[in-house]
């Protein structure tokens, strides 16, 4: 964590724009499923489940008491899937030391539970960060709560910051703040999802974040 004044705010979502957890996601649901499913896993309807929220992917999986499920057993499944790797964008990483050296505070707001942050977070991007919004710390995205808590805490108002996500959700929340919205086509939603959303760019890959991005804040 850092510490000092910032002239700007780069602010990321996690999953799916500095790592992908996908292949984590599916080996922990997979894991539980085949302990909790009253049938066998199908691997077909696994294939789309990294992309809800795992109570509705355990309900697709045919978990009984899918939310007991998750609320008592998903972090650790999670943890131990993600000790077998999880793919970082380290351009991504790159990226937020070359922002740093600009005088950019580095912000992360994530829907992940801050019980994740420790595995889920890489020990590069994280030292880097100066201040993770986890779930509980703010409402929700689409709400702009979790990106203007950021900010606050980072002391750069909106106009000064930008917000790279991967989902309608994260642009909408950014939207919603104030900020320069920059959508990660390379995440989950895909770059026409991003751009109906209004993002005010879309980024296609991931050495493609840099430096450069502040040359579209404002000066105020």
Known sequence: MRSGERR????????GVVIDGRVATVAALRALAQTWSLGTVDETVLDRCAAVHPVQAMEML????????YYGHFDAALSAAASEGVLVFEPVIAAMSALAAQGAGIGIVTAQARSRIDFWVPPAAADLTDFIVAYEDAAPKPAPDGVLAACARLGVPPSRTFFLGDSPTDIAAGRAAGVFT?????????????????????????DEVGPELLSHLGAN
């Open 8 to 15: 700007y705010a780069a602010l990321f979502d996690l999953d």
């Open 62 to 69: 045919g978990v009984p008491d899918a939310r007991d499920v």
């Open 182 to 206: 920059v959508g990660a086509a390379w995440g989950f939603a895909g770059p026409d999802a991003l751009r109906d959303a209004g993002a005010d760019l879309v980024l296609n890959s991931p």
